[in-house]
Antibody, heavy 122, light 109 residues
Framework: EVQLVESGGGLVKPGRSLRLSCTASGFTFGDYAMSWFRQAPGKGLEWVGFIRSKAYGGTTEYAASVKGRFTISRDDSKSIAYLQMNSLKTEDTAVYYC?????????????WGQGTLVTVSS | SYVLTQPPSVSVAPGKTARITCGGNNIGSKSVHWYQQKPGQAPVLVIYYDSDRPSGIPERFSGSNSGNTATLTISRVEAGDEADYYCQVWDSSSDHAWVFGGGTKLTVL
């Protein structure tokens, strides 16, 4: 059974950093791209970024709203994807979800984690 | 950047058919995916590549895509179908980004 579990969320002050983790199980992690999405309270879904599988170079793509501040990485030996968030802003407050995509990314997300809440507030 | 437009709300009586649209410039040339999200839960993929259903999704859910409009159709609507629905496409233009519609709240009367 495919499972994705996000962790690392919490309350953080504006301008600070936070790293989220997405621990995967039930599939060969290295064969898939991993995506991050977020949803601000009462708002719609927003894509954050993804990291392709090593077969596709392990390259990343980011939404314009987070480019230069957020970094996605992966540790295939541990089946974990990370979302490093720097220079956080109040508008980054959201539930963050990780998902499994196809190897090259840009397919669809058939598996989602339960999400982790990030609150950016002074 | 590419924009997807959904109606904020759709209401339907139980047993009837609900149609949720997703408008975008020449969206028929793109692959559209649809997600269902119930309160407090993660989204669930209900349609991918315009009209394919993941395993476990009832046949009552179907999709189509042509011209400037993609449509999610839910036949014989049940109370349990009440949720927010989002369409999604990959914008392969200069933005290289996933784009979502604003979401449609389906209310079962």
């Amino acid at each position: 059974e495919v499972q994705l579990v996000e962790s690392g969320g919490g309350l953080v002050k504006p301008g600070r950093s936070l790293r989220l983790s997405c621990t995967a199980s039930g599939f060969t992690f290295g064969d898939y791209a991993m995506s991050w999405f977020r949803q601000a309270p009462g708002k719609g879904l927003e894509w954050v970024g993804f990291i392709r599988s090593k077969a596709y170079g392990g390259t990343t793509e980011y939404a314009a709203s987070v480019k230069g501040r957020f970094t996605i990485s992966r540790d295939d030996s541990k089946s974990i994807a990370y979302l490093q968030m720097n220079s956080l802003k109040t508008e980054d407050t959201a539930v963050y979800y990780c998902t499994r995509d196809c190897s090259g990314g840009s397919c669809y997300s058939n598996y989602w984690g339960q999400g982790t809440l990030v609150t950016v507030s002074s | 950047s590419y924009v997807l437009t959904q109606p904020p709300s759709v209401s339907v009586a139980p047993g009837k058919t609900a149609r949720i649209t997703c408008g975008g410039n020449n969206i028929g040339s793109k692959s559209v995916h649809w997600y269902q999200q119930k309160p407090g839960q993660a989204p669930v993929l209900v349609i991918y590549y315009d009209s394919d259903r993941p395993s476990g999704i009832p046949e009552r859910f179907s999709g189509s895509n042509s011209g400037n409009t993609a449509t999610l159709t839910i036949s014989r609507v049940e109370a349990g179908d009440e949720a927010d629905y989002y369409c999604q496409v990959w914008d392969s233009s200069s933005d290289h980004a996933w784009v979502f519609g604003g979401g449609t709240k389906l209310t079962v009367l």
